[in-house]
């Protein structure tokens, strides 16, 4: 990643570092840290580090030097992002903000698809309130359902009855995910938002071989118990060589009716937790009755009350991740002919 050095004669020595992404969050790190390391050698004076990006062909060659496969080809080859929301429990809000977070990033005008990985706790299709059976195209691959009009998704849930129970060991869960990310047109996206089930197992693990470019965004309360499980869920990230894109603080406060806050979660979980890692805080979300009213319902809150104060919080957060991930237009393709299908996904 080191671009070029170049020594003047009176010991100033000019670094230029290419980054994998423009908003890279240690990008003061790698500045700091490459100054200090020159300043130790004899003759220099002065240090001048400056950052360029690599280049998709760059970054394909720097994956393969490192032993990291890219994203696999066919389905998923034209998702820019792929934003895992993870956590280290659950019952901490983590399908509200997956959703209302991939409504964010729609209202800024990206391409997005949510996959819904919670195969056990399946939650997407009513968030969206969409509950439709999913169609296959003229090329056999399977169209996801739309909400809004272009966000996509995908999740368990559109293959059972309402509110079954899904009873599947290992491989099956396995196999199902396979099915999600492989079989699905997904086309060209700028994020998947993937909502992660609680804790570190299966799923997350065999996201890691599917999806080795992933991003995890840590969901964890303002309380210090939560924060601590999230750190399992962030060490389990990290073993499987995937990068912690930051960290969003749930319920951080609940906020009543006259714009007052009440840290009933307590406080400084989300600021723990970040710096812990050394990773940024992305932004704190406060509990108010909307967000769980438009969860209920099926419509995200940022779509339809974005004046509350859950929803400025999100859309910002949102902003912040476009900051930190690569950014390029795409035109979202339709398919053709649609017929009513199946999946061959083992039942239990």
């Not at 906020?255 to 704190?284: N, S």
């Not at 949102?318 to 996904?345: E, I, K, N």
Request: aromatic share 4%; proline share 7%; hydrophobic share 45%.
């Amino acid at each position: 990643m080191v671009r070029r050095i170049d020594v003047a004669a009176d010991g100033q020595v000019f670094v230029t570092v290419s980054l994998t992404t423009p908003g890279c969050p240690i990008k003061s790190h790698f500045e700091q840290e490459v100054t200090a390391a020159l300043m130790q050698l004899d003759g220099v004076i002065a240090v001048d580090v400056t950052f360029d990006v690599l280049s998709d062909g760059e970054k394909g060659q720097l994956q393969e030097r490192l032993g990291r496969s890219a994203l696999p080809e066919g389905s998923l080859a034209q998702v820019g992002t792929v934003l895992c929301i993870a956590s280290g429990k659950g019952g901490v809000g983590k399908s509200t903000l997956s959703a209302n977070l991939a409504a964010a990033l729609w209202r800024e005008g990206k391409h997005v698809g949510v996959l819904d990985a919670d195969v056990w706790g399946y939650s997407i299709p009513r968030m969206f309130g969409v509950n439709q059976r999913p169609v296959v195209s003229s090329e056999r691959t399977i169209v996801p359902p739309l909400a809004h009009g272009t966000i996509k998704l995908m999740s368990i849930g559109f293959f059972v009855e309402e509110d079954s129970a899904v009873v599947w060991r290992g491989p099956m869960l396995h196999k199902a995910l396979e099915q999600f990310l492989g079989d699905v047109a997904w086309g060209e996206l700028d994020y998947l938002v993937v909502d992660l089930p609680p804790g570190t197992g299966d799923v997350s693990m065999s996201l890691a071989e599917f999806l080795p470019q992933a991003r995890f965004v840590l969901v964890t309360t303002p309380q210090v118990a939560a924060q601590k499980v999230a750190r399992r869920a962030a060490k389990m990230a990290l073993k499987l060589d995937h990068e912690v894109i930051g960290v969003v603080e749930n319920m951080s406060g609940y906020v009543d009716d006259t714009g007052r806050v009440h840290p009933i979660f307590g406080e400084g979980g989300g600021d723990a937790l970040a710096e812990e890692l050394d990773v940024p805080l992305l932004g704190r979300v406060p509990l108010t009755i909307p967000l769980r009213e438009h969860a209920d319902t099926g419509t995200p809150l940022v779509l339809e009350r974005p004046d509350d104060p859950a929803a400025q919080a999100i859309q910002r957060i949102a902003a912040r991740l476009t900051a930190l991930t690569p950014q390029r237009p795409v035109p979202l393709p339709m398919a053709d002919a649609p017929q009513p299908v199946g999946m061959s996904l083992p039942m239990a």
